[in-house]
T-cell receptor
C-alpha cells in the first residue's frame, strides 16, 4: 500500500514567486497536515485539512494557503516567496478527525528560495 | 501555548550503548507517538501509544505512555550506527478534532 506521496521532491524558486506543493494521502485517510521544517529545526505546524475543509492553521502569514480536493489530496501554496521560506515541507495524513490520531509523513518537498 | 519538552536535545554515544529520551508536558494527551527522521527524509513512525501506562516494544525500541498521560519515554537498546537521526515525540489530543504537538527532537549520534 502506498504511503503519503509528495511532489515535487525539490523546487527552486526566486524571491517573490509562488510555489505549489502537492500531497496524496494514504488511501482511506481523509485528513492531511502540512508542516514546515527549516534546516536543523523542528516541525512547525502549518495547516490541517479534513473532508475538504481547513480545520486548523498554525502561526503562519496568509501567504501560506492550501486546499484539499474531493479525492483528499492536497496542495500547499506559498505566495510572495521569501528567502526564509526555504525549508523541507512535510505532508502527513491520518484517518479522519473523528478517529485519526496517528499521523504518517511523506518524504517531503525541499523548497529553496534564491 | 501548549508544548512538549523533549530531552536531551542531542546525544553522542558509542555503538552498543543503550539510549533513553523522554518528553514531558503540562498537558494531558490521548496518544503519544515517536518518530525517527533520517537526514533529508520525512519522519517515520516508530511506536504509537494509545493508553496510559502502556509499554510497547518494536525490536530494540521500547516506549511507554506515562501514567499521568503527561509524559512518555523511548529507549533504544544496543544502539547501532543506523540509529543515527532525529527522534521526535508527539502528543495528540482529541479536542473536537485531533491536535498533534511535536517535541523539538533529540539528535542521536552513534560512534562505531
Amino acid at each position: 500500500e502506498a504511503g503519503v506521496t509528495q511532489s515535487p521532491t525539490h523546487l527552486i524558486k526566486t524571491r517573490g514567486q509562488q510555489a505549489t506543493l502537492r500531497c496524496s494521502p494514504i488511501s482511506g485517510h481523509t485528513s492531511v497536515y502540512w508542516y514546515q521544517q527549516a534546516l536543523g529545526l523542528g516541525l512547525q505546524f502549518l495547516l490541517w485539512y479534513d473532508e475538504g475543509e481547513e480545520r486548523n492553521r498554525g502561526n503562519f502569514p496568509p501567504r501560506f494557503s492550501g486546499r484539499q480536493f474531493p479525492n483528499y489530496s492536497s496542495e500547499l501554496n506559498v505566495n510572495a516567496l521569501e528567502l526564509e521560506d526555504s525549508a523541507l515541507y512535510l505532508c502527513a495524513s491520518s484517518l479522519g478527525r473523528i478517529s485519526g490520531n496517528t499521523i504518517y509523513f511523506g518524504e517531503g518537498s525541499w523548497l529553496t528560495v534564491v | 501555548g501548549q508544548q512538549l519538552n523533549q530531552s536531551p536535545q542531542s546525544m553522542f554515544i558509542q555503538e552498543g550503548e543503550d539510549v533513553s529520551m523522554n518528553c514531558t508536558s503540562s498537558s494531558i494527551f490521548n496518544t503519544w507517538l515517536w518518530y525517527k527522521q533520517d537526514p533529508g527524509e520525512g519522519p517515520v513512525l516508530l511506536i504509537a501509544l494509545y493508553k496510559a501506562g502502556e509499554l510497547t516494544s518494536n525490536g530494540r525500541l521500547t516506549a511507554q505512555f506515562g501514567i499521568t498521560r503527561k509524559d512518555s519515554f523511548l529507549n533504544i537498546s544496543a544502539s547501532i550506527p543506523s540509529d543515527v537521526g532525529i527522534y521526535f515525540c508527539a502528543g495528540c489530543q482529541n479536542t473536537g478534532g485531533f491536535k498533534t504537538i511535536f517535541g523539538a527532537g533529540t539528535r542521536l549520534f552513534v560512534k562505531a
